[in-house]
């Protein structure tokens, strides 16, 4: 049940794209499509971006992308804004449970 | 729309038990849709899911937090509850109330700040 692998920080200019990579294992992001994106600013409660791996929850933006590759899965967001910067978790079912992200730290520069 | 609204004690010593309990609004916790779980925060650090019940009672746990961990409903309130046992200074943490669909939670409550010290 260990967290899944996140880059602890990821930079951009407005108007870039970053991508967070979110690596697990077999048991976890590589047997399941259900894999979910989460935004977090400070002293709020994490808002659900991307869910079912690449899925958009009605009002998200469509900058926010999300995809899997084996044990791994990516949150893209394009066209970088100033609102976008906060902390993104990654998450995934693991069988009888779901497991988290270490969590990304997306800076606008 | 729905909401979720934690509650309990902000402070606890250690050794004791945690309890906080969720109402729910806008929706309700009999549905045979959704799970009703709840995840946690510490400060400065990032989320860890402890555990969900199903609307039949049957409950899923961290297995790292399972030995400690009660997660029970309450129909007649529409509102859920969680149980942690014998906590220490590693359970404080801001925890949240959520609901999720399929694995993924699809909403969250505010949080409450919980601190475990003497």
């Known amino acids: 049940q260990s967290a899944l692998t996140q880059p602890r920080s990821v930079s951009g200019s407005p108007g870039q794209s970053v991508t967070i990579s979110c690596t697990g294992t077999s048991s976890d992001v590589g047997s399941y499509n259900y894999v979910s994106w989460y935004q977090q600013h400070p002293g709020k409660a994490p808002k659900l971006m991307i869910y079912?791996?690449?899925k958009r929850p009605s009002g998200v933006p469509d900058r926010f992308s999300g995809s899997k590759s084996g044990n791994t899965a990516s949150l893209i967001i394009s066209g970088l804004q100033g609102e976008d910067e906060a902390d993104y978790y990654c998450c995934s079912f693991a069988g009888t449970y779901n497991v988290f992200g270490t969590g990304t730290k997306v800076t606008v520069l | 729309q729905l909401q979720l609204q934690e509650s309990g004690p902000g402070l606890v010593k250690p050794s004791e038990t945690l309890s906080l309990t969720c109402a729910v609004s806008g929706g309700s916790i009999s549905s045979s849709r959704y799970y009703w779980g709840w995840i946690r925060q510490p400060p400065g650090k990032g989320l860890e899911w402890i555990g969900t019940i199903y609307y039949s009672g049957n409950t899923y746990y961290n297995p790292s937090l399972k030995s400690r961990v009660t997660i029970s409903l309450d129909t007649s309130k529409n509102q859920f509850s969680l149980k942690l046992t014998s906590v220490t200074a590693a359970d404080t943490a801001v925890y949240y109330c959520a609901r999720e669909d399929s694995s993924t939670v699809d909403y969250w409550g505010q949080g409450t700040l919980v601190t475990v010290s003497s």
């Open positions: 079912d791996v690449s």
